[in-house]
């Protein structure tokens, strides 16, 4: 406290700093990038783990193996959706899902857009409901798709829903199930969550959008897990997790989806990042693969886009993510979309079993890969000196202003006093006379 209250400190301080202000900021930004790399090592970050202990992944037995039903449901969906190019084939799923006994609703819906050549767009959700057997409809579980067919400039999600399907057959042969499960497939992308998300929290997020009312809706949602699978064979799995505003699902659930893909032998990605070096091992390629994919994750968030339907959940406080399948050339890996099925089946028995909402695991966090992250906590020190610079900058102009009008004052003082001088030269010889 002496040290800032002795003026001749002070003065020593902003003498340095109007002086060498650029080489502290540059100094400053050079060391919080540095720092930044340092920490996409494994030697420098962390290892993911679970904080809540109620998902159990490793006590989840997985049951689901419908053979060849499956890829012949796939089929006849593709010749549905082939017969009708233009509109989603809506009685054909609504019928597969009311054969399957569980309640079936739409979710109509208007977009008004006015910069474009045609300025109202309507849509239509589907959406179905398999009630808990045995408690009151408090809590729910969705899975989502959009539907994308043969003419959309993405990849079809036609295995997505095809998915769904035989996973709700599957599912309401069990009485064990303490959430609902809603299985919803939206129209026209994330224009469609919004329009669902918005009539089923009873709320207008946009003038532009007006979502007719739900006929039924459940509990509070607890988790989102969104497909956009396209073929029943593909190589890998790409996790995505990017919200709205750059918002992240906890990280929990991240690394559920991970551990039971590892136990279905289902290689991961993250931002198109494969991981295939072994956890705490410091060698060039390693810290180089977590680099890039750390800058890509960085990068990603900075634009405040979401990279699919999950990240308009959690705006509303939900838990979501996407799961993507990749085709590679490169990779000789053959993953089946029944596995696709195991892995999800255990992803809803977990939450199934979660007794409160996700709280103890971080929800600001950067991911090097699958299996290491860097918390908020150590993240934030090379932030900081990154954003240092800024603050020296505008420390700087203040000071820059401050000596200006010192000296402003210093010049107009000077004046003064040499006009008071001539005068009591001139004067008093003057008065004496007098």
């Given at each position: ?21 650029n ?49 012949r449901?796939?089929?006849a ?5 082939s ?10 799923i ?7 006994g569980?309640?079936v609703?739409?979710n ?15 849509g ?25 067919d ?19 057959q ?21 224009i ?19 979502s ?39 990280l929990?659930l ?16 993250f ?8 956890s ?26 979401p990279?699919?339907?999950h ?10 993510l ?36 996700f ?9 090097p ?20 610079p ?32 001539i ?8 008065g004496?006379?007098?």
């Open positions: 406290m002496g040290l800032l209250n002795d003026s001749k400190s002070q003065k020593k301080m902003s003498a340095i700093l109007l002086q060498h202000s080489k502290i900021s540059f100094l400053s930004f050079l060391c919080g990038i540095a720092w930044f790399a340092i920490l996409a090592s494994d030697v420098f970050n962390n290892k993911t783990y679970f904080s809540e202990n109620a998902l159990l992944p490793g006590l989840v037995v997985r049951e689901f193996n419908p053979r060849s039903s499956l890829s449901l796939l089929d969906l593709k010749e549905e959706a017969a009708h190019p233009e509109t989603m084939p809506t009685a054909w609504l019928g597969h899902f009311r054969q399957l569980l309640d609703y739409q109509n819906y208007t977009v008004v857009y006015p910069f474009g050549l045609k300025p109202v767009y309507t239509n959700n589907i959406y179905a409901v398999l009630r808990a057997p045995k408690v009151a409809s408090t809590e729910t579980i969705v899975i989502s798709t959009p539907y994308r043969y003419n959309n400039i993405h990849e079809n999600t036609l295995a997505s829903i095809a998915l769904m399907i035989e996973l709700a599957t599912f309401r042969k069990h009485s064990y199930w303490s959430k609902d499960i809603i299985f919803l497939i939206t129209q026209h992308e994330n469609g969550f919004q329009a669902w998300l918005d009539a089923y929290h009873d709320v207008s997020t946009s003038k532009f959008m007006v007719e009312r739900l006929r039924s809706t459940s509990g509070l949602i607890q988790g989102v897990i969104n497909l956009e699978i396209n073929e029943f064979h593909f190589s890998h799995v790409d996790i995505k997790i990017e919200g709205l505003h750059g918002q992240l699902p906890n929990d991240f690394n559920l989806v991970v551990e039971l893909c590892n136990r279905e032998e289902v290689p991961t990605s931002q198109s990042q494969v991981n295939y070096f072994p705490k091992i410091l060698t060039w390629e390693s810290w180089l693969h977590n680099f890039n994919t750390m800058v890509r994750m960085i990068s990603l968030q900075a634009t405040g886009l990279t699919g339907g990240g308009l959940f959690h705006r509303f406080g939900i838990q979501a996407t799961l993507k399948s990749v085709v590679s050339k490169k990779s000789s890996n053959s993953i089946s979309l029944i596995q696709m099925g195991r892995i999800l089946e255990g992803i809803i028995r977990s939450l199934n079993n979660l007794l409160e909402k709280h103890q695991s971080f929800f600001f966090y950067l991911l890969s699958t299996r290491s992250y860097v918390s908020i906590g150590l993240y934030m020190p090379p932030f900081a000196l990154i954003a240092l800024v603050l020296i900058k505008a420390l700087y102009l203040y000071l820059s202003i401050q000596a200006l009008e010192s000296n402003n004052e210093i010049s107009s003082s000077q004046s003064d006093i040499s006009y008071w001088s005068y009591e030269i001139f004067s008093v010889p003057f004496n006379f007098g």
